[in-house]
């Protein structure tokens, strides 16, 4: 607070500066105290988080191609060079990377219909209605959904993005499981896949109706504290932080598209190869809320942190997984981490920033960035797997390139806590 400022100023800083931001880094002058108080729970908060949970639910609708993987006859081989399960990698990752990618666009439901009129044999249809236009819908909603969450939470904001980000654990559990019925019953490709529209079309309309911001936004601000861009683009530990997440998630998904080939190669059931990506996102509904109960206690990089470490050392564990019993264990171990990675990238990204104005803009950016790695880090896996089937080769490739990213994050942890005088970041 400035020495010229005549109002009070201890309720105003705290608010502003969040729960583990310094104290000197904020300009607070000609913010208003209404503008910036942050209840911290109330009716309206719980619906945003009710909210962004339901509109998160259909974000591992891409699970629809590890199903089709295993329906036989459902997919022919292409006459193409590049193997069928190949081709799946990038439209998976394709969606993944618009996903994180992308900011405008609200397509999602109609071309999950387009997808249910597309011929299942025919690549090109499978990558526009799925991989670009799902794509670009799921990038729309994902970030506002998030930060969002800053409008209502401030010393609970990482539970309550955790709570946000279990969404996606719920429906990677569900629709799986909803499709292998609908499209290997009677109802087939085309009504399995507009039955689950319908049911995205009603999560998105009562989360459109229940979510609320409360802060104005830029335009209705008039002047006050802005987004520095250049202090963003030149802030050392927050690109220290995304490289360590573009690291991190190049390799992170390896065992969610390629833990089923890995069952079925090594000779066990069948229905545990399906199930696994339901173990794997149970565990992970687990794993995006418990440790981000800890992070609102002690910081979300004193969590984060040992996430990204287990999470790569599980990758490298998979050498040993190789009975029922392995791979049950692996699935919810590797989903709760897993998981835990996920819904702690964005109140890391949330403390990195000056003030509630700077946190959309660092998360967009870090989402940005990090779709690149979601885009080719899979299929990079697969190319290296499908040179001479050999799985050391992906296994090693993903558990290098994490360790890295762990220790990326390590070091801006470190930093940030030089920078704030703290341990608790």
Not at 196 to 215: E, P, Y
Not at 346 to 372: D, K
Request: charged share 10%.
């Amino acid at each position: 607070m400035s020495a010229t400022s005549g109002r009070p100023s201890s309720e105003v800083e705290q608010a502003l500066k969040g729960e583990y931001a310094p104290p000197e880094a904020m300009d607070i002058e000609d913010v208003p105290q209404s503008v910036i108080n942050v209840p911290d729970g109330g009716v309206q908060a719980w619906l945003s988080v009710l909210g962004g949970y339901g509109s998160l639910c259909l974000h591992d609708y891409i699970r629809l191609f590890q199903l089709v993987r295993g329906i036989p006859g459902l997919l022919r081989p292409s006459r193409r060079v590049v193997p069928v399960k190949y081709q799946l990698d990038w439209v998976n990752t394709t969606v993944l990377y618009v996903l994180h990618g992308s900011t405008s666009g609200l397509l999602y439901v109609f071309c999950m219909f387009m997808l249910s009129i597309a011929d299942p044999h025919k690549y090109y249809q499978l990558v526009l209605s799925q991989g670009v236009g799902m794509g670009i819908g799921s990038g729309l909603m994902l970030v506002p959904a998030i930060s969002v969450q800053t409008h209502h939470w401030r010393l609970r904001r990482s539970l309550a993005m955790g709570i946000v980000m279990t969404g996606s654990g719920v429906g990677g559990v569900i629709y799986p499981i909803m499709l292998n019925r609908l499209v290997t019953g009677s109802a087939g490709f085309a009504w399995g896949v507009r039955a689950t529209a319908f049911l995205t079309l009603g999560l998105l309309a009562i989360a459109n109706a229940i979510m609320t911001t409360r802060l104005p936004n830029a335009r209705q601000r008039g002047p006050g504290t802005k987004p520095d861009m250049k202090a963003i683009m030149t802030d050392g530990p927050y690109w220290l932080y995304v490289l360590g997440l573009f690291l991190v998630l190049w390799g992170m998904f390896f065992p969610y598209f390629y833990l089923q080939l890995w069952v079925n190669l090594h000779g066990l059931p069948g229905n545990l190869a399906f199930y696994t990506i339901a173990i794997l996102n149970a565990a992970s509904i687990f794993g995006r809320t418990l440790p981000n109960m800890l992070a609102d206690r002690i910081g979300p990089f004193n969590v984060l942190g040992p996430v990204a470490l287990i999470t790569s050392a599980l990758v490298l564990a998979m050498f040993g997984v190789k009975s029922t019993g392995a791979v049950v264990i692996f699935s919810i171990l590797y989903g709760f981490f897993s998981g835990a990675m996920i819904s702690l990238m964005p109140p890391a990204a949330a403390t990195l920033a000056n003030g509630l104005h700077e946190i959309g803009i660092r998360l967009g950016i870090g989402y940005f960035v990090s779709s690149f790695a979601m885009l080719t880090g899979t299929p990079i896996a697969g190319a290296l797997f499908d040179d001479g089937d050999q799985w050391y080769k992906p296994i090693v490739f993903c558990t290098i390139i994490m360790f890295a990213g762990a220790a990326c994050i390590a070091t801006a942890r470190s930093l940030v806590a030089r920078r704030k005088r703290t341990q608790r970041v």
